[in-house]
């Protein structure tokens, strides 16, 4: 067996515990959507999708393009207002009409493109739109000094002066900024939409530490991302939609690299997945 | 059977070492938060901080503002800069000496890197006491070293400190510490332990570890090497050649090994192979760049550099799986090399683990990557060096002061 590649390990792990089956430990997610719909006019964007994320674990959310992450991540995020289903946070029914419902849940997403201002320094992103005041002036010590700790709580050593601007900053550097600025606010819910997409290898393996980490420290990461070996380096749970269904969410220990490409792709494998490839069926959790 | 229970002074020994041990690990800590953890009253905590304070070990001061109400708790700190060990770390394509004080502070350090080729005993020696002795000469005349260890890429005979092998060095039968030691000339002896041993030490007290009692941590360097936390104790063996999972057999008649077998896992996953593999061997790059260099080229969508990485990530799943068996760790981290070839063929390594291991055993174990990185060789072998002190501080540290 000298030569296993990639293509072996379509099989199914071994039946010592069926795919899913996890430990009666599962507690209570910390956000829970159940039966979401969501149509732009006659488009049915998400078809009764249901998602979990849990505080201390990092939850993958995976799929093709279109398949409705981008959405789901709006959704969750009080950009789009759902049209049906159930939003829990913390086990209790919410409303979640704009970003500023869900910011103040404790849910915090960093997009794509960052959303940092080039022109402004680290601590000056990092509270945008939300500075600190000392009467009517600006507290900049206050903000200087929140900004540093959590750079140390996240053990960011790259940054060299929080007085930077954005402007002089890598990628990498951007993305942690990014990623610091969402968890500056004790936010329980991070979102990070691929956070690695336009890194080059070393400052990847920053990120995904950093990812990590934030679970590690307690809150629950929700982590959408094309790349497989991303996806299982720091995955807890992986979550595949399958053009606007949810096809499976799993626990990453559980499945196989082959396994979650087939429920991208055909939004199924084997005893996982959609009954029916096609939808029609109700996108099945793995029991 | 009848055994008179530890004499006071035996306590206040114990005691003495517990307490710096906290705060050699923890950092400085109020004396009101060391009475709750070391579940002892006030009053001994007082005396055995006297104790310590006296001897400079360390240095209580006032808290700059704790925002509570009352009386504060004094702040004990560990004497950085004064009580300090030389730690050495020798890897395949790297030496570092560095200066590492009470709290694990690296003082100063020096880096070099290593030409491979034959193991020059008195060469190697030579240049890391050359650096200690630069160190030593911007010491403070009251600072005192209590202890030195260094950390080497091969197998170490407990016993001795004998390097019995280190076929990646080409170090066989080397009486390394005996030889820094006397070319040290301190009048302390030099303790030696496998790089991928103290590395899981290392990760277990500072890195990513903590609190984890159950770990196995893995260091890639050139080879693969290991090491095993069971229940908070590190897995010696009988004669100290224990957690070399490097040389576990995942592949029988494959990959020739440079320790003379076939199809160790060292063999299947370790530099060599992956250079091979991506069809970069005899390069002019080696090493940590080298493997960097495949995975980015992955990357990048070169498909001979995936194909590298999905064998090694499929072997390196394999031997994982196996120790996960056996061992049900509870957490598994990935050091040194292993750290970039973990996170590029991360997909490889767990479906394997799906694959392979055993589901009550899988399901709560936790794949992380060194939290020390490079420097997780060399904290270890400082935390081997400050042993002595944390076990007797008062004891270790009057035999070292007579000197």
């Known amino acids: ?287 | 059977m009848m055994r008179a229970g530890p004499s006071q002074e035996e306590i206040r020994r114990h005691n003495l070492g517990v307490l710096l041990r906290h705060v050699h690990l923890g950092g400085p800590t109020s004396r009101a938060e060391l009475t709750s953890r070391m579940g002892v009253n006030r009053s001994t905590i007082m005396a055995l901080t006297a104790d310590l304070t006296a001897a400079g070990l360390v240095r209580e001061e006032l808290p700059k503002e704790t925002g509570r109400a009352g009386r504060p708790s004094l702040v004990v700190r560990p004497e950085s800069a004064r009580v300090y060990v030389f730690a050495f770390d020798v890897g395949v394509d790297r030496v570092v000496a560095a200066r590492v004080g009470l709290g694990g502070v690296i003082l100063d350090r020096r880096d070099a890197p290593r030409e491979r080729g034959p193991f020059d005993l008195e060469a190697l020696t030579a240049q890391l006491a050359g650096f200690a002795h630069q160190m030593l000469r911007d010491t403070a005349p009251d600072a005192v070293c209590v202890g030195a260890a260094a950390a080497i890429a091969g197998g170490v005979r407990a016993a001795d400190g004998m390097v019995k092998y280190g076929p990646n060095l080409g170090a066989f039968d080397v009486p390394f510490g005996e030889e820094l030691a006397r070319r040290l000339d301190i009048g302390l002896p030099v303790a030696v332990g496998n790089d991928a041993n103290l590395g899981a030490l290392a990760e277990h007290t500072r890195g990513v570890g903590v609190g984890c009692n159950d770990l196995i941590y893995l260091h890639g360097d050139v080879g693969i090497g290991g090491g095993v936390i069971v229940g908070g104790q590190l897995l010696s063996g009988h004669a100290g050649y224990g957690g070399e999972v490097g040389h576990m057999v995942v592949n029988p008649g494959g990959r020739l090994c440079g320790c003379g077998s076939r199809g160790c896992l060292e063999a299947e996953v370790g530099e060599r192979t992956v250079l091979e593999a991506a069809g970069r061997a005899g390069g002019d790059r080696v090493g940590r760049d080298a493997i960097r260099a495949v995975v980015e080229a992955a990357d990048r969508g070169d498909v001979a550099a995936q194909r590298a990485l999905q064998r090694v990530g499929d072997w390196l799943g394999v031997g994982v799986a196996n120790l996960i068996n056996i061992f049900n760790p509870e957490m598994v981290i990935f050091g040194g090399m292993l750290r970039d070839i973990f996170l590029g063929s991360a997909a490889q390594v767990r479906s394997r683990i799906a694959i392979s291991a055993l589901a009550a055993s899988r399901e709560g174990v936790r794949l992380r990557t060194s939290a020390l990185g490079d420097d997780a060789t060399l904290t270890g072998a400082a935390e081997l060096a400050f042993a002595g002190v944390l076990a007797d501080p008062l004891e270790a540290l009057a035999r070292v002061t007579s000197n």
């Open chain 1, 1 to 287: 067996m000298s030569e296993t590649t990639s293509t072996d390990l379509g099989v199914t792990p071994a039946g010592r515990g069926a795919p899913g089956s996890g430990p009666s430990d599962d507690a209570r997610p910390i956000l829970e959507l159940r039966g979401v719909n969501k149509s732009f006019g006659p488009v049915h964007v998400l078809h009764d999708v249901s998602f979990a994320a849990y505080a201390g674990e990092v939850t993958a959310l995976v799929g093709d393009n279109g398949a409705g992450k981008s959405t789901l991540v709006k959704c969750i995020g009080g950009i789009h207002p759902i049209d049906s289903g159930e939003y829990l946070f913390e086990g209790k029914p919410v409303n979640v009409h704009s970003p500023r419902d869900a910011a103040a849940l404790g849910i915090e997403i960093v997009y794509q493109d960052l959303a940092l201002c080039d022109n402004l320094d680290i601590v000056q992103n990092m509270f945008l739109g939300r500075e600190r005041k000392n009467g009517i002036v600006l507290d900049e010590d206050t903000m200087e000094q929140m900004a540093a700790k959590t750079l140390q709580g996240l053990s960011v050593r790259t940054v060299k002066s929080l007085r930077q601007p954005v402007s002089s900053l890598s990628g990498g550097q951007r993305q942690t900024v990014a990623i610091a600025k969402a968890v500056l606010w004790n936010s329980k819910v991070v979102i990070l939409d691929e956070p690695t997409a336009a890194l080059g290898v070393a400052q990847t393996a920053q990120v995904l530490e950093l990812v990590r980490r934030l679970a590690d420290q307690g809150l629950a990461v929700v982590l959408i991302s094309h790349n497989m070996n991303d996806v299982f380096a720091v995955s807890d749970r992986i979550a595949a939609l399958y053009l606007g269904r949810m096809a499976a969410q799993v626990k990453a220990s559980d499945v196989t690299h082959a396994q979650v490409v087939e429920l991208i792709t055909a939004g199924r494998s084997g005893d996982l997945g959609l009954t029916n490839g096609n939808g029609g069926a109700e996108g099945k959790e793995a029991p």
